[in-house]
Structure formats: structure tokens, C-alpha cells
């Protein structure tokens, strides 16, 4: 369980989380919506120890990110970034096997390539592009590698950074798909951050809305449609009117 | 007002220059630390004495043969004025081992490492892929800074030997075809003057200068602004930080090693 107790985070004079509380059951599929800016990466970089929080508290099963150990902390968890952060120097199937090839997670070669293979082939992948660098792959196979990446060592939590920017509709839907089975799959706890509503529905569990640096209305996804929070509202149906200002 | 405004201004310009050389030296700190640390990742360390050492070695010797060259010529013009053309060979290598063989090879390692070193991790900081090593469990400074750091401060004093000896050439080729000099003689003369300290001084300036390129590289790309143009400025500050410092390092060494 992640749960998140009055964090706050600014940078300089932007004050990004004004008093964030949210609670990520286990075995949950989490998803924040809110519009860009609004801190919805500061928060998930916040989990993961990358940004460190002003105030307030975030405890992961019971510790305290702050002060947990960090590599047997990071080793539970895999994070899909926004532009995938494929490592360029490295071919495909090293950056899949980039935690089986060092620490303390390390494989003989052998047998991590084979596992790199297999977890390509989970997310739609031949083997063929494990031997290609990732400059040469199109931006919805990136996805695909950065998402095996993330799956590569098995882990209990995955943090998902806007997983279908950039990729057209059909190839969203395709990711968003990947996204659910795997985290039913895995019985991973999953925090996904997002703007696009088709990803909310697809891998949703349930939802909060982050505005103003506060978590405006979080529940089930189902009742998203009918929760009546305003803010929630012209969110999902895209309106211009309505108390967010949107900015001309 | 205007007085205690220009007074504010230069009172912030000096207390920013002094923020910003605490940084360097906790950054510089923390390589040092991780360098003496496990886990090592040497197939990077590997990798990166390539990249800096063995491919700035044509940039290096051009370099050097050119300045040797120059140097005798020069040495040649001003030694005449007093009948002194026979200094020619032990000033050219006095004067390459001790001096323009490190701070000429710094300089060129600086333009060609610093830069690439900047871009290179300031792109991976602006496309997140820093903040992917740390969630693969994988510390940024170990794996990207003590590699380059660490090959740079070995590979550097190499390159400069490798210089000296060929900036010596130069002005060996330039003293025997161009101003008649003796060969043998001029050999022979290089040989004797030199000292063993003249060249050792010059080969622990270039392992300070490689360790100076190497830190302000990897520094500036880890402090890379957003974008294009952050990663431009961190190149660029990169490069003209580590030509400064390898000025200033220098002077300093030089009155370590040589005032009397």
C-alpha cells in the first residue's frame, strides 16, 4: 500500500503540491488525472525518492521512503517513463536486462538475454529488435521496450508516466491494453499518471484528481462519470468553461 | 541608491560565484567518494578510457607537433639576437614537457571531452534517462561520473607524454631541415638537459587537468537546464569552466613544483 500524508513540494516561488493525501491500495490500479503543470510527475518522482518532498510523509508498506534503504526500496519497483528513457548507447535487449546485468539482481548474460527475450515477446515484440539500438525503432515499439523494461525484474509496484503521449490512437489502445494485463498479471500495485481519458478507462481501478496542488476528488472509476466534483467534470469531458481556468 | 544597488549587484555576483564553487567541490567530493566505493562499473570505465584517451590522441599529437615546431623556429629567431641558437633543442623540450605539453593537451582534451561528456549526460538528464538509472537501482554518479572521471585523470598524463614526444619531434624536424641544426647533436642536447622532474611535473598536470575536464563534463550535464538550449549552455559552460581551471590549476602547480 503507498499512502501519501500531506506532502507539500515547491520549486522556488511554484508551490507544485499544496498538501497532497492519497491511499494506493495493494494489488490497485491508481490513476491521477489533472492537466499539465499540475504536478502530477512531481508526486510519482516523489514516491520514488527522484524529487524530495518539502513536508509531509510517504510510507510504502509501512516505511518511510525517506529514510528506507534505498536499493532493496527501488528493486520492488518499475517505472514506465514518458518518453520511454531508453538508454541509447545500449541495444534494446540491454536495456531491458539493464537490472539483470548489474547489482544485486545480476544474471549470467546468457540468462539474461533469454529473460529480456521473453519479456519483449510479453509486450508484443519479436526477438529480432534485441539486437537493435532504440534510435532505430518507431515511438509506439519504444513504448513497448521501456513498458518490458519495466516488467523486466518482476516488480511489485509499477509507476506508469503518461504512457500513451505521443502514440496515435490505435497504438494507445494497444499500450493502454498491454498496461491492464499486465498489472492483472503481475498483481502489481500500478500508479499511473495521465491526461488521456481512453488510458483512465482502460487501466483504472480507481481515479484522483490532482488541482492546485491537492487531491480534488479520488474514488472508484465507475463513479467517475457521476461523482458530481466539478473539477472532475470538466476534466473528463474537456471543457473550457468550468473552475479550472484554462489559460487562452 | 545607486551606489548600494551597484554594491548589491556585486555583492550577489560574488556570493553566487561562491555557491557555485561549493557545488563543484561537493560534486567533486562525492566522485572522489564513489571512486573508493563499490560497486565499479569497469566495462564503462573501459569504454571511456577509449572514447577519451585513445580517440584524442590525432588531436593531441597535431597539436603538439605543430607547437614544437613553432616553438624552435621562435627559439631559433630570439636565441640568434645573442648568438644562443644552440638553446634551440633543450628549450623545446623544457619547454614541452614542462609546460605547452600539458596545457595545449588539457586544452584540446577539454574542447573535445568536456563538450562531449556535457552533451552527452545533459541529454540523457533532459530525456529522463537519469532518473531511469536511479530507478534501476543504479547510482548516476557510479555509473556515469567515476567511469569518465576516473579514465580522464589516467588517460590524460598519457596523451601528454605521448605529446611531448611528439612536439619534440617537431621541433627536432624544424631544428635538423629547416635551420640546419646538427641531428645528432640536437638529440643529444634534448637528452641531457632533461631532467626527470621536467617531465614528471608535466605528467601529474595532465592526471589534475584530466580530472578537472572530466569532473566539469559530467557536473555541467548533470545541472543541464530543460531542452536544447540547456543542454547548449551546459556544454558550453562545461568547456570554458575547464579551460579556466586548467590555466589556473596550472599557475598553481607551477609555483608547487617550481618556485624556489
Redesign the interface.
Known amino acids: 500500500m503507498i499512502t501519501l500524508h500531506q506532502v507539500h513540494k515547491a520549486f522556488g516561488d511554484n508551490h507544485v503540491l499544496r498538501g497532497v493525501d492519497l491511499t494506493i491500495p495493494k494489488g490497485e490500479s491508481m490513476v491521477i488525472i489533472g492537466g499539465s503543470g499540475t504536478g502530477k510527475s512531481v508526486m510519482l518522482?516523489s514516491v520514488?525518492?527522484?524529487v524530495a518532498p518539502d513536508a509531509g510523509q510517504i510510507i510504502v508498506d509501512g516505511q518511510d521512503v525517506t529514510t528506507v534503504e534505498?536499493?532493496a526500496f527501488?528493486?520492488r519497483?518499475?517505472?514506465l517513463?514518458?518518453?520511454g528513457?531508453?538508454?541509447?548507447s545500449l541495444t534494446v535487449w540491454q536495456n531491458v536486462a539493464?537490472?539483470l546485468l548489474?547489482?544485486?539482481?545480476k544474471k549470467p548474460t546468457e540468462e539474461a538475454r533469454a529473460i529480456a527475450i521473453e519479456k519483449l515477446r510479453r509486450v508484443g515484440l519479436k526477438e529480432n529488435v534485441a539486437d537493435r539500438f532504440p534510435a532505430e525503432l518507431s515511438g509506439g515499439m519504444q513504448k513497448r521496450v521501456g513498458l518490458a523494461?519495466a516488467i523486466a525484474a518482476e516488480p511489485e509496484i509499477i509507476f506508469f508516466d503518461e504512457p500513451t503521449t505521443g502514440l496515435d490512437p490505435i497504438m494507445s489502445g494497444v499500450i493502454n491494453d498491454l498496461i491492464r494485463e499486465i498489472v492483472v498479471e503481475m498483481g502489481a500495485t500500478a500508479m499511473t499518471i495521465t491526461h488521456d481519458m481512453s488510458s483512465v478507462r482502460a487501466i483504472a481501478d480507481d481515479v484522483a484528481m490532482l488541482h492546485d496542488g491537492v487531491i480534488q476528488w479520488t474514488g472508484d472509476v465507475e463513479q467517475m462519470d457521476s461523482c458530481g466534483d466539478p473539477y472532475v467534470e470538466q476534466f473528463i469531458n474537456g471543457r473550457a468553461e468550468g473552475p479550472i481556468e484554462a489559460v487562452r | 541608491m545607486i551606489v548600494i544597488r551597484l554594491i548589491a549587484a556585486l555583492g550577489s555576483a560574488v556570493l553566487g560565484m561562491l555557491a557555485a564553487v561549493g557545488r563543484v567541490a561537493l560534486f567533486a567530493g562525492q566522485t572522489i567518494s564513489h571512486l573508493l566505493r563499490p560497486p565499479f562499473y569497469f566495462k564503462e570505465f573501459g569504454q571511456s578510457l577509449i572514447t577519451i584517451g585513445y580517440f584524442s590522441l590525432p588531436v593531441v599529437g597535431l597539436t603538439a607537433i605543430f607547437t614544437g615546431a613553432a616553438l624552435a623556429l621562435q627559439i631559433y629567431e630570439g636565441g640568434s639576437r645573442f648568438n644562443a641558437e644552440s638553446v634551440v633543442p633543450s628549450i623545446v623540450a623544457i619547454g614541452m614537457v614542462r609546460e605547452l605539453g600539458p596545457v595545449l593537451g588539457g586544452l584540446m582534451v577539454a574542447a573535445r571531452v568536456a563538450s562531449s561528456i556535457a552533451a552527452e549526460i545533459g541529454t540523457m538528464k533532459v530525456t529522463e534517462q537519469i532518473d531511469a538509472l536511479v530507478t534501476l537501482s543504479t547510482n548516476p554518479m557510479k555509473y556515469l561520473t567515476v567511469p569518465r572521471v576516473l579514465a580522464a585523470t589516467l588517460a590524460v598524463p598519457v596523451l601528454v607524454a605521448v605529446g611531448d614526444a611528439i612536439g619534440i619531434m617537431g621541433g627536432y624536424l624544424v631544428g635538423v631541415n629547416r635551420l640546419g641544426l646538427n641531428s645528432a647533436a640536437y638529440l643529444s642536447n634534448t637528452v641531457d638537459f632533461l631532467e626527470f622532474w621536467d617531465i614528471a611535473s608535466g605528467l601529474v598536470k595532465g592526471a589534475v587537468f584530466g580530472f578537472i575536464v572530466a569532473l566539469m563534463g559530467c557536473y555541467y550535464g548533470m545541472n543541464s537546464g530543460r531542452g536544447a538550449q540547456g543542454v547548449g549552455r551546459a556544454t558550453k559552460a562545461a568547456v570554458v569552466a575547464a579551460s579556466v581551471m586548467i590555466l589556473a590549476s596550472n599557475y598553481l602547480l607551477t609555483e608547487l613544483f617550481f618556485s624556489a
Do not use: E, I, N, V
Open positions: 518522482k520514488l525518492g527522484l534505498r536499493d527501488l528493486a519497483f518499475g517505472m517513463f514518458q518518453g528513457a531508453l538508454f541509447d539493464f537490472r548489474r547489482g544485486s539482481l523494461r
